[in-house]
């Protein structure tokens, strides 16, 4: 019993190293897909072709070549990156490239009539997207972000192939070191499941607060 929760306890600790892939991955990842996604809009035809570029390779590429390039091909350039960072850039820039779309589809969708009623009140480009537009379209990206996320957190079972001791790699230890291989991986099912469970009731709750008041804006 007391092996067993020594290596429950391992699990664990690898859990931790999950969510903090998923907690930085996601922020990078929101950063880049907004910042991206404007780009897709953007009125400078060099900024739409640098982010159309980004979005094709990244959602045309897999995921396991990004993450060793990031981690083995980089150094050999200067740029020498922990398992943790390589794998927080890697699904970052992976997620981001979707999310990109998610951003400029969702500004895309709403009503014309408010950017016309901003430009009525005399407000510059900036600010109509950034008090009128985006406020709006943001309300209409938070499911698929949430969808975004949680694609994030099962991706994060790849960094164990860079040797990052997340929960898949110490489901795999304990597997490797006990010859039981049901209950480390049962374990790691339902601990995926309940943080992508703590995502999806957080991105509802935000969903509500980000709504409230919206109802009759958009049209």
Known sequence: MD?????????????????????YGCVFALVVAIVAG????????????????YVEFFRGTSIFVQLFW?????????FTLSPMQAGVLALGLNVGAYGAEVVRSAIQSVDRGQREAGIALNLTRGQRMRHVIFPQAFAVMLPTFGNNAIELLKGTAIV????????????????????????PFVTILILYFAISSVISFGVRKAEKRVSRGLEGVRG
């Open 3 to 23: 092996m067993w929760l020594g290596y429950l306890t391992l699990i664990l600790e690898g859990a931790w190293i999950t969510i903090q892939l998923t907690i």
């Open 38 to 53: 404007l780009g897709r809009i953007s009125r400078f035809a060099p900024v739409r072709w640098l982010s159309v570029a």
């Open 70 to 78: 990031a981690y083995y091909v980089l150094p050999l350039a200067g």
């Open 160 to 183: 164990s192939l860079i040797s990052l001791s997340d929960m898949t790699f110490q489901a795999q230890v304990v597997r490797a070191q006990t010859g039981n291989t049901a209950i």
